[in-house]
């Protein structure tokens, strides 16, 4: 009922007005004529009219004028109360409504002024300028009271709908929060994945074009090799195939029964990597100092790809055949380095900042919250060093890709 009501009154604005101030009209004439009993009342009927009309048509211009219909109603109210009219609520109608109004629209130290300002001058006029002679508490008491209720009454409205403004743009805001750490996972999710696609097709084109180069090579000189590494390549394209087919699967619906549910790869997975690696011409020498730490899942798949991101350099850029990876685990770290003493032909120097291998595994080192350096070797070739924190402060994204 209340919000019916509600609703008619911000779609009717002027009837809503113009029905309070006929009502207020009658109310301000029928206060006239009350009075204390046995008291003598008031005989001016023409100049109480007049005032009851000012005072009600001025209630047109509450919405737009609040402060001068504040005025106009309260000298109205006073000339009442000099023509010697009993200050009730009937006579303070259009003054209470205007009070309430302003109220509602300003600023309650702006009310609070001319609360007081209409008070004063209710209660002066009524007391210097009394021809019936009412009770003092009729002259004082009662219109600051009455006065009160519409002022206090607007400023609970006023806080009201101010408190439910903020409610709604808190709302609002969550809202818009919500969609844009869903995008900005949506894009950190794209990020991983593109990273996991360079590493697994960058990784296996190089070892698969190596191993061709080599099976090239000894169909010339040693035939009886070929068919050998033409396994090794057959195994390497194969490798790539279910790797690019699990980190494709992270696209599926989650419950998707085709998707792939395969364990990442880790550190563990180093002797077939270099193995691999072995086939195409390059051997690798892997060393670990320190006690093996059990390696939270991001941080085992960072350090494996890594290692798998700068073999894959030293296979293309690095003109030699060997490469060294050194694991060194402290009490809260791991570090990772690999290096070649090759002379290196098309790796970028760090201070470039160029090159996606580069970025990427920096990106990936960032991600679970360590570092990255990778430079040329004082004594000729390039290294890759990495620190893993083995506990990462930040939330890891769960890996399904095998």
């Not at 737009?64 to 109608?93: I, K, Q, Y």
């Not at 002066?124 to 002259?139: E, N």
Request: glycine share 8%; net charge positive; with cysteine.
């Amino acid at each position: 009922m209340h919000h019916s009501w509600q609703r008619y009154a911000d779609e009717h604005i002027r009837t809503v007005d113009t029905m309070s101030a006929v009502l207020l009209f009658a109310m301000f004439l029928f206060g006239s004529e009350l009075n204390v009993p046995r008291g003598p009342g008031p005989d001016a009927v023409a100049p109480t009219i007049a005032l009851a009309t000012v005072s009600c048509a001025a209630l047109f211009w509450q919405r737009t004028h609040p402060r001068a219909v504040v005025a106009v109603t309260a000298v109205a109210a006073a000339g009442a109360a000099a023509l010697g009219c009993l200050l009730t609520p009937l006579m303070l109608g259009p003054l209470m409504l205007a009070l309430y109004r302003l109220a509602v629209l300003t600023r309650r130290r702006t009310a609070r002024r001319y609360f007081l300002a209409s008070v004063v001058l209710l209660v002066t006029t009524a007391t210097l300028v009394d021809p019936v002679h009412h009770p003092w508490p009729f002259k004082t008491v009662g219109p600051a009271a009455w006065l009160l209720l519409p002022v206090v009454a607007g400023n609970a409205l006023r806080l009201r709908d101010a408190y439910l403004e903020a409610v709604q743009a808190r709302a609002e805001y969550a809202e818009r929060s919500r969609e844009e750490e869903a995008r900005h996972r949506v894009a950190e999710e794209r990020m991983r994945i593109a990273r996991e696609l360079h590493d697994v097709v960058a990784h296996h084109l190089a070892l698969a074009h190596a191993q061709a180069g080599t099976a090239a090579h000894l169909a010339r000189t040693h035939p009886d090799h070929v068919q050998k590494i033409l396994t090794e390549l057959a195994g390497t394209t194969s490798s790539a195939l279910r790797e690019m087919k699990g980190t494709v699967g992270l696209l599926r619906r989650p419950d998707d029964p085709g998707a792939p549910l395969a364990p990442s790869p880790g550190l563990a997975q180093l002797p077939e990597l270099t193995g691999a690696f072995a086939t195409a011409g390059l051997a690798v020498t892997v060393t670990t100092e320190g006690e093996r730490r059990p390696l939270s899942a991001g941080v085992d798949l960072t350090a494996y790809r890594i290692v798998q991101e700068a073999l894959t350099n030293v296979s293309k850029h690095a003109t030699t055949g060997a490469a060294q990876v050194r694991l060194r685990y402290s009490h809260d770290r791991l570090t990772v380095t690999v290096s070649d003493d090759g002379a290196g032909t098309t790796v970028p120097a760090p201070s470039t900042g160029q090159g996606f291998g580069l970025i990427g595994m920096r990106e990936r080192a960032r991600s679970v919250g360590g570092a990255l350096r990778a430079g040329h070797r004082v004594g000729g070739g390039f290294e890759v060093t990495t620190e893993l924190p083995l506990y990462p402060s930040v939330l890891e994204p769960e890996e399904r890709t095998p």
